[in-house]
């Protein structure tokens, strides 16, 4: 008897024909136009009405940050960026899976949390929180604001 008449039988991985990502939108940081102050507002009742928020950002989906309301300490450029790190996985979870386009995301951390909202299709809202926070209320809240500043950024 061979080596060869031992050997298991080996799977081949079948790779399934997936459609291609659609492309980024034109980045909407830095627009002159956009209600900064009501996005700013949205932004600050947030954190007014979730206890244990600690900042909100809202970025593109390109990683640039549009507007924020953080304390020192936290960047929201880097927010913005982790945020479209983690729209970019969604997505491709999403792809993947066929379950449709991303909508949201949290990631719990040892001390705290870190959700991601779609705001259309050309924008995220990202939300840190302490552990303290009530990831319930928080998921129950934030989708409203997202779909409110995505009127706000003229979104569908």
Known sequence: MSDRDNSLPRRTAQRPVLPAPPGLPPSLAG??????????????????????VQGSVLGG??????????????????????????????????LRLGQGEFCQSTVRN?????AVYAVGPQ???????QDTINVARLHMYAPPVADRLAKLLGQP
Not at 62 to 91: C, E, H, K, S, Y
Not at 110 to 114: C, D, E, I, L, R
Not at 123 to 129: I, K
């Open 123 to 129: 924008a995220l809202l990202s939300v840190v929180g």
């Open 110 to 114: 040892q001390a705290g949390y870190f």
């Open 61 to 94: 989906v390109d990683g640039l940050r549009i507007a924020d309301n953080v304390p020192d300490g936290l960047d929201p450029d880097d927010l913005a960026a982790m945020a479209a790190a983690t729209f970019g996985l969604g997505r491709q979870v999403s």
């Open 31 to 52: 627009n002159p136009s956009l209600p900064y102050p009501a996005i700013g507002t949205e932004l600050a009742e947030l954190r007014l009405q979730i206890p244990g």
